[in-house]
């Protein structure tokens, strides 16, 4: 498919959430069709699939099989590589031609057989491998919700005009890479977390964001045996370290946890989009600090973007203190920033061969108290820190405030020092609309400072252990990069030649005013 095409099926996509724009929330029409093109997709997939298990036969299109054995068959297949089973009425291109009839001979309604679809793909999956991946993954479509129309009737009618519209729409995925549908979807989220605010940052890290992260867990790998993001939102990050590499089936594995049961049924079907295989992804519904999903896991790659500042219960949970993700480092991090603790979980995931990167806001630099005291046992203890890169502020759906990245190891190759890269200054951004957004250019000079490990004028440096030290483990970046601007000479006698010109000027036009006043007949201003 040509950059063309691709712009085409964002377009024609995104033209379909337009259709509930302004009649019910941003939230809200985000679910219900980022869930109807998911519908379709699995649809289109098990057609194409199923079409290619009838070939040879007397019926090679799957829409007309009707024998019971031939289906039981398919069925069986189809939950073995699809993960998933769907019989021939119910596909996206059957119910929407349903929406279609002529309601004055017949009936469009169509509510209760998508819903009795949704329920049934749940259901499919019931005792095979693939349950815990589509269990519940359709509950934020409710489509008895008075929020897409106060009647049934209303209701349907908003329903059918979506899946009308959708079926317009070839996603021709026996011709193209699997990752383009995958694509365009990871393009309407991004469209809805513009538009979503404050709540964006819930389920979104902007794309640019997200390449930093990925390209750095990924420098000097061909293949990745797992990546884990503790915080996953859409799953969008986990993803973006896959496209570091030539497929995504160069990551072996992926794993998540997820808080917000929206974001994580989000997460599922992400992660099925881009056609990553249901045995290879592991996304859990859970608090991550109180309630970790893989605690005895290790991840080669480790990316986050935890909520910044979060509230935990620290010590007022006593098995925070002899938990082994925190007891190590003196102190719990404060209960109402629980940054650092997000930090020591990552830790304790990340392999001995592994790399850590996280977006966290600025704070995590210079705070004191328990914050530091567990900052320097990373960095004097353990020695696990590897960078400090400094973001542009308001590149974040929802916060305006500064945030960095910072990257740890468990074995550095370079052990005796930590790169500083301070990418906020104008010259690394560009402004879109409200925001702040790094260019492609902005995100290379990171990786290749970073990569390359160099020191450059108002830019980067690379500071030894040492000095870090001098600095009572204070890892504020101006401390470090020296970005301060002098101020061209001022010339004073040249100043005041000047001014003394001006005072000359100025009583040459006070006597032009006089002139006018008194053949105006009119007072002075003076």
């Not at 259709?19 to 029409?29: F, H, Q």
């Not at 017949?106 to 349950?131: A, F, K, P, W």
Request: with cysteine.
């Amino acid at each position: 498919m040509s950059e063309e095409q691709r712009k085409l099926l964002e377009t024609q996509l995104w033209g379909i959430a337009n259709l509930l724009r302004g009649k019910i929330s941003a939230d809200d029409y985000r679910d219900y069709i980022l869930g109807f093109i998911f519908y379709k997709y699995l649809s289109e997939k098990q057609y194409i699939y199923a079409n290619g298990l009838l070939e040879g036969e007397d019926i090679t299109d799957y829409e007309g099989v009707e024998d019971l054995e031939t289906l039981s068959a398919i069925e069986e297949e189809s939950l073995l590589t699809l993960g998933y089973f769907l019989k021939p009425q119910e596909l996206f291109s059957q119910v929407a031609r349903k929406g279609k009839a002529d309601t004055e001979t017949q009936s469009n309604y169509i509510i209760e057989d998508l819903q009795n679809v949704m329920n049934h793909i749940e259901q499919s999956t019931m005792g095979t491998e693939s349950e815990d991946d589509f269990n519940a993954l359709f509950e934020d479509l409710d489509l008895s919700s008075t929020k897409i129309g106060r009647t049934v009737g209303a209701r349907n009618e908003v329903i059918v005009n979506i899946l009308t519209h959708l079926d317009k729409i070839d996603f021709q995925l026996d011709d193209i890479e699997a990752d383009v549908l995958g694509d365009a979807y990871e393009y309407l989220i991004a469209k809805f977390a513009a538009g979503a605010g404050k709540s964006a940052g819930e389920f979104y890290t902007p794309q640019q964001v997200s390449k930093i992260l990925a390209k750095i867990v990924t420098v000097g790998k061909t293949k990745l045996k797992s990546v884990y993001d503790p915080t996953c939102g859409s799953g969008s990050l986990l993803l973006r370290v896959a496209r570091e590499f030539n497929k995504v089936t160069d990551v072996s594995e992926f794993y998540g946890q997820e808080l917000n049961r929206t974001t994580y049924n989000l997460a599922r079907m992400n992660m099925i989009l881009h056609d990553v295989h249901f045995a290879n992804f592991n996304i859990q519904q859970e608090d991550t600090l109180e309630n970790p999903q893989h605690l005895e896991k290790r991840f080669e790659a480790v990316v986050a973007n935890p909520p910044f500042s979060a509230h935990w219960k620290s010590d007022q949970n006593p098995l925070n203190s002899t938990d082994e993700r925190f007891s190590q480092y003196g102190k719990l991090a404060p209960k109402t920033k629980a940054d650092f603790a997000f930090v020591t979980h990552m830790i304790h995931h990340l392999a001995d061969n592994g790399t850590m990167a996280t977006v966290l806001p600025h704070g995590v630099l210079f705070r004191g108290a328990a914050e530091g005291v567990i900052r320097k046992y990373l960095i004097k203890e353990l020695n696990y820190l590897d960078a400090v890169i400094g973001l542009p502020a308001n590149i974040f759906y929802g916060t305006s405030i500064p945030t960095c990245i910072l990257v740890f190891k468990k074995c550095r190759k370079v052990d005796d020092n930590v790169i500083f890269i301070d990418a906020s200054g104008s010259d690394n951004f560009i402004k879109n609309g409200n925001q702040n957004e790094l260019r492609d250019s902005d995100v290379e000079n990171i990786i290749t400072t970073y990569t390359n490990r160099e020191t450059r004028e108002k830019y980067s440096y690379v500071a030894t252990l040492d000095e870090i030290a001098e600095n009572d483990y204070n890892l504020n970046i101006p401390r470090y990069v020296d970005t301060f601007e002098e101020e061209d000479d001022i010339d004073l006698d040249e100043m005041s030649r000047k001014l003394k010109q001006l005072d000359k000027d100025l009583a040459i036009t006070n006597d032009e005013i006089v002139v006018f006043c008194k053949a105006l007949n009119i007072p002075t201003p003076f």
